[in-house]
Each structure stands twice: as structure tokens, then as C-alpha cells.
């Protein structure tokens, strides 16, 4: 049994981080809930992968923006094909490219940055450790 990796991390607009991960990047709504003990919450991911993404929102208080432009996911994908489809979809869906600040990440991939700041890396790259 393989185990799961939540990242999960809070948002004052879960409605506008829907659109960037799940029409730009192409992820899936596993699960949401609302009011769960004053939180309300969405994950998102694709169901076979070892791996998804939960934001949550705390009813009456307030989530910090992005600590830096260092924050990053990063999504390796080898295959040029997977790659220009996955980089087409996110401008698609309205999302234009930013310049990385770590100029390493915009030699064979693109940034995109969602609605609170957070940045995500599509790099066209093996991931090798």
C-alpha cells in the first residue's frame, strides 16, 4: 500500500482557487465539505495518484497571502506531449505564465500563480534525485 500526501493549506476563497486547479491544471473535486467545526473544505487531486491538495477556509478569519514567490508545487512532466497539453489548459482557462523567481524553473517549465499568491511549476523534465 502505497501512502497518500495531503498538502493542505488555508484560503479565503475556496470558489476562486477551484477554477485554477481543477479547469487549469485539470485536477478532480474528490471532496469538499462545509462547516466541519467552523472550517469549510475542498480537496482536490486525481483519484489514482498518491497525492492530493486540501484547502480550507475558517469561517470569520483570515488566511495570510502566499508567504513568498519561493512557495512552490512543482509537477514534473517528461513527456513533451502531456507537457504542452498541460501548459494549454492552464492558458485556457485564463491563466497566464509569470516569471519564476528562481530563473532555474523557466529554462523547461512554466509558473503560474493562483488566486492567493501560491505559485505551481510545470516542468518539462524527468525528476531525478
Do not use: C, I
Not at 33 to 41: K, V
Not at 113 to 120: A, F, L, M, S, W
Request: net charge negative; no cysteine.
Amino acid at each position: 500500500m502505497v501512502p497518500k500526501l495531503r498538502v493542505a493549506r488555508p484560503t479565503n476563497n475556496l470558489a476562486a482557487l477551484l477554477p485554477f486547479y481543477r479547469d487549469g491544471l485539470g485536477f478532480e473535486v474528490l471532496g469538499s465539505f462545509e462547516d466541519h467545526a467552523g472550517f469549510d473544505g475542498l480537496m482536490l487531486g486525481h483519484p489514482q495518484a498518491p497525492y492530493h491538495l486540501e484547502f480550507t477556509h475558517e469561517r470569520g478569519h483570515l488566511a495570510a497571502a502566499a508567504p513568498s514567490a519561493e512557495h512552490l508545487l512543482v509537477f514534473y512532466l517528461p513527456d513533451a506531449t502531456a507537457w504542452q497539453q498541460a501548459t494549454a489548459r492552464m492558458q485556457s482557462a485564463g491563466f497566464v505564465p509569470v516569471l519564476a523567481h528562481n530563473p532555474y524553473w523557466d529554462v523547461r517549465g512554466l509558473t503560474f500563480e493562483d488566486p492567493d499568491g501560491y505559485r505551481v511549476v510545470l516542468q518539462h523534465a524527468v525528476w531525478e534525485v
